[in-house]
């Protein structure tokens, strides 16, 4: 999964996490280089390359069928393993997708991280993955890294479908911590790095920076454009609609309270459904208070 050349495209970074292990890091949260990964490839090779030289050298020709056995069977656990892998993912991302609990996710992720690291592809899936049920736990700080992690890694980079969640967390997540030029320079990225099938990710970055510039007319048009699309999931369009009516309030035109009040309703009763702006934003937080339903 993943395992080409990186991408060219430069990229702006915070205080981008190395990749090389730190001291008290733990391993499973570093993906191998390429040459590592080379490294291991080579080595899982040895065991046939000698039985086949024995087979010669001692003249012994059912040395060869052990040789072949034992190559098959190190494709077929390979194979095994990195299928099994990439069911769990799918469960995993399913569950993010339908706005699970982020802590159970994170859980589950975390096994993931620790058995994929020997494909690399998987693991930097893994850890994009849990990167993200971290930022909707409320740690952004946790999510940034493991993100920079997979970006700085490369196994993902020509990958359209996995950049398509990394770019545009990379953004939100910095839009969230009112880090504006940053949030703006990974928006640019992912404008011009994901083919334009893939541009709708980009509703909630464009958005919320939107939204951080005080820029809340345009907010609410670019909303306006995604709330209605078909793809969009229920979920989805009431944490939109939300942030649609906190821009009509700081436009100066609110919404009426018996409008924003269900969607508070819906926003408090499953936190983790979506990113918990309110942990980094005082004005959203005062604004979720004053529509929030009586108790």
């Known amino acids: 999964m993943g395992e080409r050349d990186r991408t060219a495209v430069t990229a702006p970074y915070r205080v981008a996490a190395p990749v090389e292990c730190e001291p008290g890091k733990p391993s499973r ?9 080379r490294l291991r490839r080579v080595l899982r090779s040895v065991p046939v390359v000698l039985l086949a030289l024995a087979a010669f050298v001692l003249e012994r020709p059912w040395l060869i069928a052990g040789a072949l056995a034992w190559g098959l069977g190190v494709v077929i656990v390979a194979r095994l393993h990195a299928r099994a892998l990439n069911g769990r993912l799918k469960a995993l991302a399913g569950t993010l997708a339908r706005d699970g609990d982020p802590s ?9 991280v620790a058995d994929a690291r020997g494909y690399p592809g998987f693991h930097c899936v893994a850890l994009l993955f849990l990167g993200i049920a971290k930022a909707r736990g409320g740690d952004a700080d946790g999510a940034l890294e493991l993100l920079y992690v997979v970006q700085k890694a490369g196994w993902l980079s020509h990958r359209a479908l996995w950049m398509a969640w990394l770019l545009p967390w990379l953004s939100q997540l910095h839009a969230a911590k009112n880090e504006l030029d940053l949030a703006e320079q990974w928006l640019e990225v992912a404008r011009t790095s994901l083919p334009a099938e893939k541009r709708d990710v980009l509703v909630s970055p464009e958005s919320l ?7 809340n007319e345009e907010a609410i048009a670019t909303i306006d454009a995604y709330i209605g699309a078909e793809d969009a999931t229920d979920p989805v369009r009431e944490h939109f609609a939300l942030l649609r009516a906190f821009a009509h309030e700081r436009a100066g035109h609110p919404l009426p309270d018996d409008a924003v009040r269900p969607l508070v309703k819906a ?3 499953s936190p983790g459904r979506a990113l918990p702006i309110e942990k980094w934003w005082d004005e959203f937080a005062a604004y979720l208070d004053r529509h929030a339903p009586a108790t």
């Open 29 to 37: 949260y570093v993906p191998l280089t390429r040459r590592e990964e």
């Open 104 to 112: 159970l996710a994170a859980r589950s992720l975390e096994a993931i």
């Open 209 to 215: 920076v939107a939204l951080r510039r005080g820029k």
């Open 267 to 269: 926003r408090l009763a």
